[in-house]
């Protein structure tokens, strides 16, 4: 015979059953990734989602960072200076234009990441749209 439930224990199995599984966290958060990708077309130009710590560990310094808080709202970032493990947290130190250092975390914001670019690829980006510009499609 099982003795009828607790007050406590009714509350403590709402709050589980209120939890997602892993595989609806990664669905809505694919969802969220995309949104803001549309949303945001123009200033995530060339930036990636970093979309798990496999990724986090792959971004290099010198790169550029975007990112939007748990808020959802977009923050320039800056420049990865450095990354940092701090007990169970991976942080970045990232510079921006101002010369202000400041500390992002992780796994409390949704990370953009771009490859650091030189002034040579900047000038092959712009010959390619000029050069897209003036293909005659009718070869």
């Known amino acids: 015979m099982t003795l009828p439930k607790s007050n406590r224990e009714k509350q403590i199995d709402l709050f589980l059953n209120q939890l997602e599984s892993q595989k609806e966290y990664d669905y809505n958060k694919t969802l969220k990734v995309e949104e803001f990708k549309k949303k945001y077309k123009n200033e995530l130009e060339d930036y990636n989602f970093v979309k798990d710590k496999h990724a986090f560990e792959k ?25 940092v493990k701090n007990n169970d947290m991976d942080l970045m130190v990232l510079c921006n234009s101002g010369c202000n250092r400041f500390v992002v975390s992780f796994q409390k914001n949704y990370i953009f990441y771009k490859n650091h670019q030189t002034a040579s690829d900047k000038t092959r980006k712009l010959f390619l749209s000029a050069l897209d510009k003036y293909t005659d499609y009718n070869d």
């Open 59 to 83: 971004i290099k310094k010198g790169g550029y960072i975007r990112y939007f808080n748990l808020n959802e709202e977009l923050k320039w970032g800056g420049i990865l200076i450095k990354k």
